[in-house]
């Protein structure tokens, strides 16, 4: 069965930036998975796996703009400090990582610096601006199942589950 449309891929990767430093890895005890054709992985890998078999090995380099995206100075921005009350002091420092509701849906935003009065949030991806490369290998490949194809996502373990009305799907990382 090949990778290609409506199909539940299975991947072990390993992501690497251009210096070598391992970002990011998936393998076969902890796998990846993810409902191929809907944006559930970038468009460079997606690309890149759509024909590829159980087996195959592949190596992708991905240009900042074809992974995550140039990094846009354009999303950073100060927001009052009261934005981040219930915060505990030691959950805030530059590099802390929020879930914040924007524009867009569902964004993380990565603390940039603490000013007085103010916190300089980025929403940039964190992997904004980085050349990125791939080792992958593609350990299954499935139909997703209507429930799946309904959702957009894969739902990993097999767990069945329901979404309410209006719900935004668990977020979409109901996979994970
Ligand atoms: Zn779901």
Avoid: W
């Amino acid at each position: 069965m090949k990778v290609e449309i409506k199909k539940a891929v299975t991947l072990a990767y390993t992501l690497t930036d251009t210096d070598g430093n391992i970002l990011d890895k998936a393998d076969a005890n902890e796998p990846f998975m993810y409902l191929h054709g809907t944006g559930g992985v970038i468009p460079g890998l997606e690309k890149a796996l759509d024909g590829k078999a159980v087996d195959d090995q592949l190596t992708v380099n991905l240009k900042a703009a074809e992974a995550y995206g140039d990094y846009s100075d354009k999303l950073t921005s100060d927001v009052p400090k009261t934005m981040f009350e219930g915060v505990e002091e030691k959950d805030m420092f530059v590099g802390a990582q929020f879930h914040a509701e924007t524009d867009q849906g569902m964004q993380v935003v990565t603390v940039k610096a603490i000013n007085e009065d103010t916190i300089t949030i980025d929403g940039n991806h964190p992997m904004a601006g980085k050349d990125l490369n791939f080792d992958v290998t593609v350990l299954a490949v499935r139909d997703a199942t209507e429930d799946e194809l309904a959702h957009g996502h894969i739902h990993a373990g097999g767990h069945d589950h329901k979404h309410d009305e209006g719900d935004s799907c668990c977020g979409g990382g109901c996979g994970g």
